[in-house]
């Protein structure tokens, strides 16, 4: 029916144990959430910033629409599952406090199923039950929800902190927030329009442009801001001259250089040996250290992930 989910897509999603939240948001259990409450393992949100893995709802407002379908997205995308949707907008939006009261009850309904749990660490699941950040990081893209920045305040307001990963394809929507998010990620997978066509394959001519624009924009918010790179061996992981250039002129608080990884819907369009190993992230992230002057301050082997940082340390957002 016109202006709501597919079928087959609300389908498949619901077999992937996303919990759908109103007209066009999700919460997913995260793979460190249960690793958290079952294994005392955290994620390297915990590591870098000191997000606690086991109060974290991972959840997206746009759960079916984004502008761009990247070659290493997990997302499912038109074509995928042979139906066709309009991805590039989002229809009969909800308002921000019936989205918020929704991913807490989703993220009740995920924690009730650890009660019988036999290795559950049950301090951690009692904390777990206080959610204490959100990351708007699932799928899709959130600048294209109209109302982000009311969502980001609400949850600020009760209490949470939000990490928010956008694209940077709608550079005024971020510039416009009502509220900025604890820390703002921008996804730079490209070095310049060609690579940036291929790998992420926008959904308009205007991308690049605007990614440009949203990369320069950085520097004018108060809260941290990352650059994420997604990195497909083979792909994108060349022209470091052309990547130090534009961070150069961005000027970001940190960058994470992270492995695509082989999940999801990503395997209908990339092999298993696309994805990068950790030792390959380190010598790209070593590489651009020495042109832009960040210092590599931190790593994830498990998450094939590197951090740099222009800051001695990162900002913590340890919870009391």
Not at 203 to 215: D, F, G
């Amino acid at each position: 029916m016109e202006n709501q989910i597919p079928l087959p897509l609300l389908t498949a999603l619901k077999k992937q144990k996303y919990h759908i939240v109103g007209n066009h948001s999700a919460v997913k259990r995260c793979k460190w959430l249960n690793e958290a409450l079952t294994k005392n393992r955290f994620c390297y949100k915990q590591k870098f910033y000191g997000i606690k893995s086991h109060q974290c709802i991972q959840m997206s407002p746009s759960l079916f629409c984004c502008n761009q379908q990247c070659l290493f997205c997990w997302r499912a995308q038109n074509g995928d599952l042979n139906i066709k949707w309009d991805g590039k907008k989002i229809p009969m939006q909800d308002p921000p406090e019936e989205i918020y009261n929704g991913i807490l009850k989703a993220q009740s309904s995920i924690l009730s199923g650890y009660a019988g749990h036999k290795n559950l660490n049950w301090k951690k699941f009692c904390e777990a039950l206080t959610p204490k950040h959100v990351a708007i990081s699932l799928t899709g893209e959130p600048t294209l929800y109209e109302s982000l920045g009311d969502l980001i305040k609400l949850l600020h307001k009760r209490g949470l902190t939000t990490f928010l990963v956008s694209n940077g394809s709608i550079p005024a929507k971020l510039l416009d927030l009502r509220e900025e998010p604890s820390q703002l990620y921008v996804s730079f997978c490209a070095s310049n329009d060609a690579d940036f066509k291929y790998v992420c394959r926008p959904q308009n001519s205007e991308a690049w442009s605007n990614l440009r624009k949203t990369l320069n924009l950085l520097p004018s918010f108060d809260c941290p801001t990352v650059i994420r790179m997604t990195l497909v061996d083979g792909y994108n992981m060349k022209n470091i001259d052309e990547y130090a250039k534009i961070i150069e002129k961005a000027s970001p608080t940190y960058i994470e250089a992270k492995a695509y990884m082989h999940v999801g819907f990503s395997g209908l369009r990339l092999s298993y040996e696309r994805m990068p190993s950790h030792n390959k992230i380190k010598l790209f992230s070593a590489e651009l250290s020495e042109k832009i002057g960040y210092k590599i301050i931190d790593e994830s082997i498990e998450s094939r992930v590197v951090l740099l940082s222009k800051r001695k340390k990162p900002k913590r957002f340890d919870n009391p």
